[in-house]
């Protein structure tokens, strides 16, 4: 297997992987206002969506490294943006058709910005913190143990997403009370998710290295996610 620092976006499946990890982004969007009751809890709908990016992009980080997967995030940021903002400029337009379902985009769609601002803030911190613990510690585990990396760094984003993606989502909407109970049992619920998919990443990682013969170790990379470095495609 060739192991390099220097990791181009030339393969077969990295395209895939990052396709599916903006479309785990925007679904969590949709349905980010969609409260599920389970059991004497309220839950957010994306909880069951949004582990997926962390799933993801664990797995783009893993094989293809930092730098790519930094472009991943920012990239998906923008395809957010244009998602929230093109549905908000479309329902402006004058409507023909029933007023139930003019009504119901009346609704929802306004809160797409909202969503918006809450991953403009909570994905840039979770995120990239997320990626950077599984590439980081790859380095200091000499590639050893990626479902433990994955498990962990997705535990310390998770975190840091719940907290603050529920005081922006629901601040003024729910009592304070509420939000914490959201915010633990959202928690929860994505770490139940996260240990059921990671076997399944590991498969995919161990696919991914050998049909890619690829193996991206980050030891002189600038984890700073603004720096300016663009991987070539």
Known sequence: MHVTTNVRMRYKYCVFFCCMYVTALIGSVVMGYRMIAIGPTLETGSIFIFPFTYFFGDIVAEVYGYKVAKNLIWTSLVCEAVFAITANLVDLLPYHGSPFHQAAYAQLVPLFMRVLLVNVVSTLI????????????????????????????????????SISATI???????????????????????????????????????????????????????????AREISEA
């Not at 913190?129 to 760094?153: D, E, P, Q």
């Not at 959202?186 to 050998?210: A, H, N, R, S």
Request: charged residues 15%.
């Open 126 to 161: 979770s995120e990239f913190l997320n990626v950077y613990c599984v590439t980081k510690w790859k380095i200091l585990l000499s590639g050893r143990f990626y479902w433990l990396r994955s498990l962990g760094a997705a535990a310390i984003g998770a975190f840091v997403y």
């Open 168 to 226: 922006i989502s629901f601040a003024g909407i729910l009592t304070v009370t509420q939000m914490v109970k959201l915010m633990l049992s959202c928690y929860l619920i994505k770490e139940v998710i996260f240990v059921l998919i990671t076997p399944v990443g590991v498969l995919i990682v161990l696919f991914l290295k050998k049909a890619e013969r690829v193996d991206a170790y980050d030891y002189h990379t600038n984890f700073n996610p603004f």
